[in-house]
């Protein structure tokens, strides 16, 4: 499995891509368990008030979470593209420009999934 980490304003955002042949997450919404790629990261959004308080450019911020939405993908450049690009987007949902964001990707063991 790959981590893909994005680090902005203070603060880090990492989301999993699982690898063909590794066990993906089984939940509610998950993905077609035979997609090659499985993207899961958090989702989150600033709000006025409520929330989990995030430092953010030495600035509180209010975040609100949704539930992680696993999706599916055919190639590792599709899943590889759609995780940069989420990243990118959950800090500009609280106010940091997606071009500030620094992406990294780290390498993890996995459990691998049982033969059928």
């Known amino acids: 499995m790959l981590l893909i980490r994005g680090e902005a304003g ?12 590794e066990r993906a997450p089984r939940f509610k919404g998950a993905p077609d ?7 899961v990261c958090d989702e989150f959004y600033a709000v006025e008030s409520g929330g ?3 430092k953010v450019d030495g600035e509180e911020v209010n975040v609100a979470f949704e539930s992680p939405m696993p ?11 759609a995780a940069n690009e989420h990243v990118r987007t959950q800090f500009a ?3 940091v420009d997606a071009e500030d964001v620094e992406i ?9 999934a049982e033969p059928q």
């Open 33 to 39: 368990e035979d997609a090659p790629y499985v993207w």
């Open 10 to 21: 203070g603060t880090t955002l990492t989301g999993t891509l699982y690898e063909r042949g």
């Open 104 to 112: 990294t990707v780290e390498k993890q063991e996995a459990e691998t």
């Open 52 to 54: 989990t308080v995030q």
């Open 71 to 81: 999706r599916g993908f055919d190639t590792k450049e599709q899943a590889l593209a």
């Open 93 to 95: 949902r609280i106010g």
